[in-house]
């Protein structure tokens, strides 16, 4: 019988763990009471300390730094062997671009079963029902596995970051890899930034989002200026990242981000379940749209229906006014 | 004389999930769905792959390319899409019996993979209905092979393969040897349309119909992912129209609005 939830930590973009391991740290001590299990966590060397400090059990660190570039095998190896020590009844991933790439690798090494790109998660017992969008975000699954350990990787926000107690020490064991095992694959030749310039979608309160409807690049400068007003991140449905008009690390959606931010300004954008299944948890929707009948007022607080070239100018204006009368 | 490339690309047949939310009905009862009127289609994700295996068959005439769909019950029509576009034959597995959940399927994708042979297999990053992305990485593990996921472009030197992958801020240029597993996303592209004189050709290409009887694959394991549950999301919200004699004044109102409501500080 197992005893642990076992959570990967990952290394975020700034060196430190990323917020949304934490957060999944942070749920799996809600879940591990009601379960009646310990949260033990799974950690590159470097954040290991970061990791004990959010108060895990233990912690099993990888036997070196982690490499840099692309080694899935590396870390597929190494949670192997830190779920092969801990037995655990599940392990759980904040479903990030690293998450996606090594649960389903994890998943077949220990061969059971995965559920990915959770929405919601409740304890049964020791079985997890976890609850997320199919069919492009048309309906909810909730499925439950049947196999050890359950699987599964975590949109961001289901759990809250965890409060540090720093200087905490914890259990830690260190994980030898098996021979040979996590022998990298991939060299990296070369790793092309195509950054944009604007606020993190992922971390910004609010967000205005443009849509086919903007007709080009130029239709996103005006959303620029209206978000440069109110410090907002500019965000995008699919097209126009298909199209160029905007880099691919601004959409959002089922295959984008998914983010919930407090308000969300969707202009010419039609609300295709895709797109709505990745912003549908913002607190406050605003649509801008020419058609009245346009999925999206279905989803939003607020609308204006009419031709976006129009009537963001207005906005701006008005909100400029407004800004410069405070 | 150089040795033939075998590529494999697996394509998953779906309904159309370009197709209106309103199409789709759910039974919460039997926890299905069906979707009225909606044509099935392969899965795009599966469709960049291909795009990018047939990119690689014209920059390499040694390149063999199969595909290769497991259902319980496929649309010809529409998997052959895939002989029109370029591959050289098509295998269909169809099997009615069993309730496959990713690991299922991912097993018989590998025993059909061992049988077929391949240098290089494709899948999409993720199928759009079932929205899991694991299947292509588990095929993988099982074959034990190397693999890499969302790329967007791959080129091909002898047994050498360089494949651009998809990271949030950009892309990873990597270079690894065959033979490899590469999942692929939709910044690939689309794939193109079949002319009307390959789709004729394509009713001459061979199309194998296999069933789970015709491969080598053992004990199949459990289904491991149950589902218990199927609702339709939540999403209704009522929406405060903003209405305007013009789309200025509709502006300005609607900047009016947000500030007094509170929804737009900008004090901060
Ligand atoms: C597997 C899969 C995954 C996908 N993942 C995503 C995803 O992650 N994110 C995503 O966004 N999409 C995704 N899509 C695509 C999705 O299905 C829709 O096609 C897409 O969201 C539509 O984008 P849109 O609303 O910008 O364009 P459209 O649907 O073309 O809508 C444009 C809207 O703009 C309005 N409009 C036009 N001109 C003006 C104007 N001048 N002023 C005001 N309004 C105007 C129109 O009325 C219309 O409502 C995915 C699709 C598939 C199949
Ligand atoms: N039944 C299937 N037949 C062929 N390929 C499949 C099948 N199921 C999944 N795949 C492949 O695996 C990828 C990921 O599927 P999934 O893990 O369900 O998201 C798909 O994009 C396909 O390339």
């Known amino acids: 019988m197992g005893k642990y939830l076992l959570v990967f930590c990952e290394i975020g973009d700034r060196g430190a763990v990323a917020p949304a391991s934490l957060e999944v740290l942070g749920l799996a001590r809600e879940l591990s009471g009601p379960m009646k299990l310990e949260v033990a966590a799974a950690a590159p060397r470097e954040i290991s300390g970061e990791v004990a400090e959010c108060g895990p059990s233990c912690i099993y660190i990888a036997p070196s730094s982690a490499p840099t570039g692309y080694f899935p095998e590396w870390y597929a190896s190494f949670l192997g062997e830190a779920a092969r020590l801990t037995e655990p009844e599940a392990v759980l991933f904040a479903h990030t671009p690293l998450g996606q790439d090594l649960a389903p690798r994890l998943a077949q090494k220990l061969g ?215 | 004389m150089s040795e033939t490339i075998r590529i494999l690309v697996c394509i998953k047949q779906v309904p159309d999930p370009e197709a209106p939310a309103s199409s789709f009905r759910i039974h919460s009862e039997t926890k299905t769905i069906t979707a009225e009127g909606v044509p099935p289609v392969i899965n795009p994700y599966d469709e960049s792959a291909l795009e990018l295996a047939v990119r690689l068959k014209e920059a390499n005439p040694d390149v063999r390319l199969s595909a290769v769909a497991f259902g319980a019950k496929l649309a010809r029509a529409v998997l052959m899409k895939s002989l029109a576009v370029g591959a050289d034959e098509l295998y269909l597995i169809e099997d009615p019996s069993v309730e496959a959940d990713g690991m299922i399927t991912a097993h018989i994708l590998a025993a059909a993979a061992r049988k077929i042979g391949f240098d290089l297999i494709l899948a999409g990053r993720q199928a759009a209905d079932t929205n899991a992305g694991g299947v292509g990485l588990a095929l993988a593990g099982l074959l034990d092979i190397p693999a890499v996921s969302w790329a967007r472009k791959i080129e091909l030197e002898e047994k050498l393969l360089r494949v651009e992958r998809v990271v949030p801020e950009g892309c990873e240029i990597l270079a690894g040897t065959l033979p490899a597993l590469v999942t692929v996303s939709h910044e690939a592209g689309a794939l193109r349309m079949p002319n009307i004189i390959n789709v004729r050709k394509a009713k001459t290409k061979p199309t194998h119909s296999w069933t789970l009887a015709d491969l080598e694959i053992g004990k199949l394991p459990g289904r491991s992912v149950e589902l218990t549950r199927l609702e339709a999301p939540k999403r209704e919200r009522h929406c405060q129209v903003i209405e305007g004699e013009s789309p200025a004044e509709t502006g300005a109102g609607l900047s009016r609005k947000l500030v007094q409501d509170g929804v737009l500080n900008l004090r901060s």
Not at chain 1, 227 to 255: E, K, M, N, Y
């Open chain 1, 112 to 326: 059971t079963g995965l559920v990915t790109d959770a929405a919601g998660i409740r304890a049964e017992g020791k079985k997890l029902l976890v609850t997320k969008a199919v069919y492009g975000g048309v309906a909810l699954a909730t499925y439950s596995l049947n196999s050890t350990p359950q699987i599964i990787t975590l949109r961001s926000r289901l759990g809250k970051i965890p409060p540090k107690e720093p200087g905490r020490s914890t259990e830690t064991v260190e994980v030898k890899l098996p021979e040979g095992g996590g022998k990298p694959h991939w060299e990296l030749v070369n790793r092309i930034e195509e950054k944009s310039a604007e606020i993190k979608l992922e971390e910004a309160q609010v967000v205005v989002s443009g849509g086919r409807g903007l007709g080009g690049p130029e239709g996103f400068e005006l959303l620029r200026e209206l978000a440069g007003l109110i410090g907002a991140a500019v965000g995008a449905s699919r097209p126009p990242c298909d199209s160029g008009w905007i880099p691919s690390s601004q959409q959002v959606g089922i295959t984008g981000k998914v983010i919930s931010p407090q308000v969300y300004i969707a202009v010419a954008i039609s609300g295709a379940s895709q797109h709505l299944s990745g912003m549908g948890d913002a607190k406050k929707i605003v649509a801008i749209n020419k058609d009245p009948d346009a999925n999206i007022f279905k989803t939003a607080d607020y609308g204006a229906v009419g031709d976006c070239r129009q009537i963001l100018p207005a906005m701006i204006e008005t909100l400029e006014k407004i800004k410069s009368e405070l």
